[in-house]
């Protein structure tokens, strides 16, 4: 009986080690299935699809950790080194321009994939420290936002050559088709492999509220930080490293002058003081330039100006007056302004491709395409804007909260419109908030219309003139975008805010619900709870009670 006991023990040991054997093989297997299909996904719909997967599985080969975030990054490495490859071509394409708007167009696109390579790179680098197992509450905010304005570079360099015969876009245009899908992809594998519910994750307090001044301060900052931030209206107690003046009172006589000057990848904020005054000049802050606050003397007083329009033969993407591309810009009590006209299309005022930046009680003044907010993270409050045809535009995650927006006088048969915004692919986190805000229109106006298909535009509890019309919204082109662009509306009040005669496009909503507006707050849109403290400009980061 004893030998009987210890047969069948024995069998069942032996039966059990099969089992869990045979399981622990289905689930490496299909681990090995998912990574296999993530692999065939990161190369999706690319051209030389063997090329892809082969660098793919060579990159991830050696891994013994074999899995999903291996995936990702060796198709941001592949990616990146695609970008970088099709910047260097971009160089041969100069010898084919025959005139100055392709050059323009050409140089554009040069500079547009350095800031793809740019936001790549620092992905990689986050993916590096989580990796490390140094995951911060900024990590997926960082990469949302700069993987979403990788994946939109591209078609900012291609809307360069409007105004040509295109003959050389069609060969830019074949060079950059791979990195769009490469970057795409990324972005959608990365979006799948975090996916986050269309609500608030963890929300700030309702009405909570950081005001300049208040004695709140986050733990991160310096006392020479907050030395600097405290000043206000004219006190210049605060540290300035560098002062401009027209009259040459100062150490510089134009804001060119004194952003050159400024150090490059500066670490620590650099302050530069504009004296009252109108500085005609184009201003052009490179990615190098760095955590540079520029102060003026009040909007209206403090004024750069500048008349860069399409007409002339510049890009809309140069016609800016200032544009800054740094990280962690600053600017305050300062207007920027192109007076170029309705009768000259686009012309922009200020053009911010600045991750984490922060406008404080600026004015930009233009016409068509006054405010670019081409990409990356923006803060705007308190500010002005005043334009006529898509005059806040751009594929940036923006908030505009206690804002002013005022229309102007378009060209006969023009119709005003105060927003396009650029999404083009859904897994991309940007989008145009305008909150707490006041739309002052004085002729026929429209909050909005879709410039690429997945734009996204939303007013929250914001004022609007009777000359908002009844349908809110105006089409780009026939029903473009009509049923994949996310636009809505959530407790906006005054003569023109009635929801009753808007329209009824699939895309279009009547937010009802707190949870759904407060996804498109500053503390969850922007991730503001992470940056904008350090800026030292007021905000209120969930919805107003």
């Known amino acids: 009986m004893a030998s009987t006991n210890s047969y069948l023990f024995i069998s069942i040991i032996f039966f059990l080690s099969l089992t869990f054997l045979a399981n622990a093989n289905i689930h490496r297997n299909d681990q090995n299935s998912t990574i296999e299909a993530m692999i065939l996904q990161a190369c999706h719909k690319i051209k030389d699809q063997d090329t892809c997967l082969s660098n793919m599985h060579s990159r991830i080969g050696g891994d013994a950790r074999r899995n999903p975030n291996s995936v990702l990054r060796a198709a941001l490495h592949h990616a990146m080194n695609q970008t970088r490859a099709s910047a260097d ?11 100055r708007r392709e050059q323009i167009a050409v140089d554009d696109c040069r500079e547009l994939l350095d800031f793809s390579v740019s936001e790549l790179g620092w992905s990689l680098g986050e993916m590096a420290r989580i990796r490390a197992g140094r995951k911060t509450p900024r990590s997926d905010g960082h990469l949302r936002a700069w993987l979403s304005a990788a994946a939109g570079n591209q078609d900012t360099c291609l809307d360069g050559f409007e105004g040509t015969d295109r003959r050389l876009e069609r060969f830019v245009r074949g060079s950059l088709s791979q990195v769009t899908q490469l970057i795409s992809n990324v972005l959608t594998l990365y979006t799948e492999m975090h996916a986050m519910p269309f609500r608030p994750a963890a929300p700030p307090p309702e009405n909570f509220t950081v005001e300049e001044n208040d004695g709140v301060f986050p733990n991160w900052m310096t006392d020479g930080d907050k030395e600097l931030l405290v000043g206000r209206d004219g006190d210049r107690r605060m540290q300035v490293d560098a002062v401009v003046a027209a009259d040459g009172s100062g150490d510089y006589r134009t804001v060119a002058q004194a952003v050159a000057g400024a150090p490059s990848y500066s670490n620590r904020r650099y302050v530069i003081y504009v004296k009252e005054g109108v500085y005609h000049e184009n201003v052009d802050m490179k990615k190098k330039k760095t955590n540079i606050m520029m102060i003026g003397d009040g909007a209206g007083k403090t004024v750069l100006s500048g008349d860069r329009n399409f007409l002339q033969g510049w890009t809309t993407f140069r016609t800016a007056t200032l544009a800054v591309s740094g990280k962690g810009f600053i600017a305050r009590d300062m207007t920027f302004r192109n007076t170029a006209g309705p009768e000259n299309r686009q012309g922009v005022a200020l053009r911010v491709d ?62 005003v419109t105060i927003t396009a915004q650029g999404r083009k692919d859904p897994h991309q986190s940007t989008g145009f908030v305008v909150q707490d805000s006041f739309v002052y229109a004085t002729r026929p106006t429209y909050l909005g219309r879709p410039w690429k298909q997945f734009s996204r535009t939303v007013f929250l509890n914001t004022y609007m003139t009777a000359m908002v019309q009844p349908r809110g919204w105006l089409e780009w082109n026939g029903d473009f975008a009509l049923s994949t662009l996310w636009y809505g509306e959530y407790r906006n009040y005054g003569p023109g805010a009635a929801v009753a005669g808007r329209v009824r496009w699939p895309g279009y909503h009547v937010i009802s619900d707190s949870a759904t507006a407060g996804f498109f707050t500053v503390g969850k849109f922007l991730d503001g709870m992470t940056w904008l403290p350090a800026t030292g400009v007021r905000f209120t980061a969930g919805l107003r009670t």
């Open 89 to 99: 071509a971009l160089a041969d394409f100069n010898t084919l321009s025959i005139s």
């Open 354 to 415: 600045s991750d984490q930046s922060a406008f404080y009680r600026c004015s930009m003044e233009g016409y068509q395409d006054t405010l670019y907010a081409h990409s990356l993270r923006q803060f705007y409050r308190e500010c002005s804007i005043s334009g006529t045809i898509d005059f806040i535009f751009g594929n940036g995650a923006a908030v505009l909260q206690n804002c002013r927006i005022f229309t102007r006088q378009p060209l006969p048969l023009q119709k």
